[in-house]
């Protein structure tokens, strides 16, 4: 089984910056992708940022010159690096990554439980 767990999340002002941090762990036999995606009270969730396992990264026009995606294939962790955030920016940011594991011979995609960002004007 995969678990990923998340982290970095809290409460930050207007303009300020977050580091959010997801390692995926288990029986991984290889992750195709890693994605960001957050979800806002009312709202429906919305995609983030992702990145490839060649290294690709894509973005959401709302965060695209603010946010940076980058992975470390070695600790099977991605990362969101947020800049000049905004209130519109919060929300709970979830984890997810497209998996193939050692017992189960297709890749699924598996989520994290999410990790709360508050932007304060």
């Known amino acids: 089984q995969v678990q990923l767990v998340e982290s970095g999340g809290g409460l930050v002002q207007v303009g300020g910056s977050l580091r959010l941090s997801c390692a995926a762990s288990?029986?991984?036999?290889?992750?195709?992708?890693m994605r960001w995606y957050r979800q806002a009270p009312g709202k429906q969730r919305e995609w983030v940022a992702s990145?490839?396992?060649?290294?690709?990264?894509n973005y959401a026009d709302s965060v695209r010159g603010r946010f940076t995606i980058s992975r470390d294939p070695a600790k099977n962790t991605v990362y969101l690096q947020m800049n000049s955030l905004n209130p519109e920016d919060t929300a709970i940011y979830y984890c997810?990554?497209?998996?193939?594991?050692?017992?189960?011979?297709?890749?699924?995609?598996?989520w994290g439980q999410g990790t709360q960002v508050t932007v304060s004007s």
């Open positions: 990145i490839t396992a060649a290294g690709t990264a």
């Open positions: 288990g029986s991984i036999f290889s992750i195709n992708v």
């Open positions: 997810n990554a497209l998996i193939r594991t050692y017992y189960i011979s297709d890749f699924h995609d598996y």
